[in-house]
């Protein structure tokens, strides 16, 4: 009879550590493919902005400073969503922010650009990406922290090691980017 007990006990707990197993990767899975998402949305943000720059450009030939600075931020943001870590993509996409508000800026001295339909559809492309990727990082967010509690919480925290499966970095904005770009016409 005591065998059959320690049996039941072993099996149940065998169970249990596959349950474990298997909750913690699918909630790591969710952080990560969350993560993606982010990268989904910076990618297409960053796909956005030769558009938004050869439309001002017909406008704006003299402003080349701030279309070499813009260049150079999309590359840097596309960088960071292919392969950069949460920080490195944060930057990246502060960088990208304050280049993008240039673009804006230069466009705002030029009346018959801001009427154009283009540059307006452009806008409102550029408007609900902005949506998206805030709406990106909440969900990542989200599943971080569900995955956080996880991982620092018995009995999961006892299988963490087993999962590989560890707390990850929430994504968080660079100092004066907490809220996106505010840009005025």
């Excluded at 550590?17 to 943000?45: C, H, M, P, S, W």
């Excluded at 950069?84 to 996409?93: C, R, W």
């Excluded at 902005?130 to 509690?149: C, P």
């Amino acid at each position: 009879m005591i065998w059959i007990i320690i049996l039941a006990v072993v099996v149940v707990l065998a169970l249990f550590t596959v349950y474990a197993f298997n909750k913690l990767r699918r909630v790591d899975i969710g952080a990560q493919e969350a993560l993606g998402g982010i990268d989904v949305q910076l990618t297409r943000r960053a796909d956005l902005i030769p558009n938004l720059v050869n439309t001002v450009k017909g406008y704006a030939q003299h402003e080349k400073g701030v279309f070499e600075a813009v260049t150079e931020a999309r590359a840097g943001a596309a960088a960071a969503a292919k392969g950069g870590s949460v920080q490195e993509k944060a930057a990246a996409q502060a960088k990208l922010d304050k280049a993008i508000i240039d673009v804006l800026a230069v466009a705002e001295a030029y009346p018959d650009l801001k009427a154009s339909a283009n540059f307006q559809s452009l806008q409102a492309e550029l408007a609900d990406t902005e949506n998206k990727i805030s709406f990106a990082r909440q969900y990542y967010n989200d599943a971080v922290a569900k995955l956080n509690g996880l991982v620092r919480t018995i009995p999961w925290l006892l299988f963490t090691g087993i999962a590989g499966v560890h707390a990850r970095e929430f994504y968080e904005a660079p100092e004066g980017q907490a809220t996106p770009p505010a840009v005025s016409f």
